[in-house]
């Protein structure tokens, strides 16, 4: 797989609204402090895309807040990942 292939799959596949967000930190039981000293973002970017409508986070940017908030990529991410580094 290219890596302009992996990088659109990535587009479709990993999608977050601001809703998604929420259930992620609060399944987690993530804080908006938490998560801004942990990303080094500030708490008011956090809330920006909490409160946000539609989508907000794609691809590999969907996949850095999904990381921080679980502790772990995705199952598929990380095979994907591995392949790419292989290749």
């Known amino acids: 797989m290219t890596t302009q292939k992996i990088d659109s799959w990535f587009d ?47 691809g590999h940017a969907a996949l850095d807040w999904i990381e921080h908030i679980t502790g772990q990529l995705p199952a598929r991410a990380r095979a994907t990942y591995r392949q790419r580094t292989r290749a």
């Not at 259930?23 to 993530?30: E, G, N």
């Open 12 to 58: 479709r596949t990993y999608r977050l609204t601001g809703s998604d967000i929420k259930s992620l930190m609060r399944k987690h039981k993530r804080t908006i402090r938490d998560l801004s000293d942990e990303m080094n973002i500030t708490m008011k970017r956090i809330r920006e895309v909490r409160n946000a409508d539609d989508v907000v986070l794609v």
